[in-house]
């Protein structure tokens, strides 16, 4: 796994980014309000989806490890704003009580278990930060009112959909080819797809080009990568096409 934050600041980080959650959902228009990044979601579908999300991993964590994922909970959260975030803001004091009392190794079923990210906690921990911290984004634009991310945090967050989403043995079906992302803060990743699957690799001391590489800001990168930006949102050398190769691509069709 690409170095991340130490567990505690995870833990802390959910915890702030829920915080920001709350905010941008109290200042949409209303919780029928759509979100425009989620096209057919409107901020009651997104707060329910987060919110399942928190516990069904809270449920995960404390079950420990498995083979199988444990059922979601089927219940509906309120539809009354206050109700509402009160239901989120339970959802995700769950979350972080199970990751607390687990601590930062405890293993446990996830669906990244054959790539990067551990299956443990600590994997889970990273993972809803960033889940956090994307769906805030969806809620603030739904409000009309985005805030800059952290810049450390978004930064990771491209590390860590790498390390997750984009971590597999599954064939790659084309030409073997590398992509690197550059943020203009100052970081690069690279990853590397080919016969064996798809996998972070170090971006080469020698300054070898990948097959296409893209540069934006950590923020749009991370916005990229999750789908809410396209590839001409980024400045692209290299061949386009690749890009276009890793976006159709479902591995687990």
């Not at 989806?49 to 959260?77: M, N």
């Not at 079923?109 to 990210?117: F, K, P, R, Y």
């Not at 551990?118 to 889970?124: D, E, I, K, L």
């Not at 967050?157 to 590398?178: I, K, M, Q, R, Y």
């Amino acid at each position: 796994m690409t170095e991340s934050f130490e567990y505690a600041t995870l833990l802390q980080l959910i915890d702030e980014r829920s915080a920001a959650f709350r905010s941008a959902v109290a200042a949409a228009p209303g919780v029928d309000a759509p979100v425009p990044s989620c096209p057919e979601w409107t901020v009651f579908d997104l707060v329910q989806h987060l919110g399942t999300g928190q516990r069904w991993w809270a449920t995960i964590v404390t079950t420990g490890a498995a083979e199988a994922p444990p059922a979601k909970d089927p219940s509906v959260a309120p539809r009354e704003l206050e109700a509402l975030l009160a239901w989120f803001e339970e959802s995700n004091e769950l979350l972080l009580s199970a990751l607390r009392e687990a601590g930062p190794e405890r293993e446990c079923w996830t669906w990244w278990a054959s790539g990067v990210s551990p299956a443990n906690s600590r994997g889970v921990a990273r993972r809803r930060v960033h889940e956090l911290l994307v769906h805030t984004y969806d809620a603030q634009l739904a409000a009309d009112a985005v805030q800059p991310m952290p810049t450390e945090v978004a930064l990771d967050g491209v590390a860590e959909f790498l390390d997750t989403c984009n971590s597999t043995p599954v064939a790659w079906p084309h030409e073997p080819a590398t992509i690197q992302y550059n943020a203009t803060e100052g970081r690069s990743w690279r990853l590397a797809l080919d016969g064996t699957g798809a996998w972070p690799v170090p971006v080469p001391a020698d300054g070898a080009p990948a097959s296409v590489a893209g540069t934006a800001t950590a923020e749009e990168l991370l916005l990229f990568v999750w789908g809410r930006r396209t590839v001409h949102d980024l400045k692209v050398d290299g061949n386009p096409e690749v890009f276009e190769q890793i976006i159709a691509w479902d591995p687990e069709a």
